[in-house]
T-cell receptor
Framework: DQQVKQNSPSLSVQEGRISILNCDYT??????FLWYKKYPAEGPTFLIS?????DKNEDGRFTVFLNKSAKHLSLHIVPSQPGDSAVYFC??????????FGTGTRLQVFP | NAGVTQTPKFRVLKTGQSMTLLCAQD?????MYWYRQDPGMGLRLIHY???????AKGEVPDGYNVSRLKKQNFLLGLESAAPSQTSVYFC???????????????FGPGTRLTVT
């Protein structure tokens, strides 16, 4: 039973345009959400997070939106750059010691 | 400050062999985790530890054992390797406590293990 779902395995976006990565969750107890970025042959690195008391968090080119009623979050990257090409994982926590990760979305930004 | 390091980076085992993966962190983190990443499966938690001398099972613990004898080290053992354990293994660490920043985990570079 996949509690955190990333239904798009891949996404291709032109440089300078917006990238939107989506994530859905099923557990209503989740109250904190994170996005990680992973380059090949490296470990994931933390990108941005959001608490369930907010519906938006912004950090430079990256913005995460949370829609609790729909159990949906999205990561917006504006403008997209070739260096953003990576696999993006969303993760969720319900005030436990553990994170539940999605399956990842591979983003490719082309010139 | 090296962050989280993993040893070895690559390993090939024959079915039935045993091995230990070592994870070390120099950030004085209380919590440490072992994950495996498989195509289409994301990151799945194998075992984790909330402090020196403690361990707990994650989502996919079967076939693995762990030990946390020192705060900075977390060992993952495979007693009798199986082809199903072919995967990329990641170690991670984080702070403890109630602060939401404790949910941010710092990952090592990974160990690619192939079991033939």
């Amino acid at each position: 039973d996949q509690q955190v779902k990333q239904n798009s395995p891949s996404l291709s976006v032109q440089e300078g345009r917006i990238s939107i990565l989506n994530c859905d969750y099923t557990n209503s107890m989740f109250d904190y959400f994170l996005w990680y970025k992973k380059y090949p042959a490296e470990g994931p690195t933390f990108l941005i997070s959001i608490s369930s008391i907010k519906d938006k968090n912004e950090d430079g080119r990256f913005t995460v939106f949370l829609n609790k009623s729909a159990k949906h979050l999205s990561l917006h990257i504006v403008p997209s750059q070739p260096g953003d090409s990576a696999v993006y994982f969303c993760a969720a926590s319900g005030n436990t010691d553990k994170l539940i990760f999605g399956t990842g979305t591979r983003l490719q930004v082309f010139p | 400050n090296a962050g989280v390091t993993q040893t070895p980076k690559f390993r090939v085992l024959k079915t039935g062999q045993s091995m230990t993966l070592l994870c070390a962190q120099d950030m004085n983190h209380e919590y440490m985790y072992w994950y495996r990443q498989d195509p289409g499966m994301g990151l799945r938690l194998i075992h984790y530890s909330v402090g020196e001398g403690t361990t707990a099972k994650g989502e996919v613990p079967d076939g693995y054992n762990v030990s946390r004898l020192k705060k900075q080290n977390f060992l993952l053992g495979l007693e009798s390797a199986a082809p199903s354990q072919t995967s990329v293994y990641f170690c991670a660490s984080s702070y403890s406590g109630l602060a939401r920043s404790s949910y941010e985990q710092y990952f090592g570079p990974g160990t690619r293990l192939t079991v033939t």
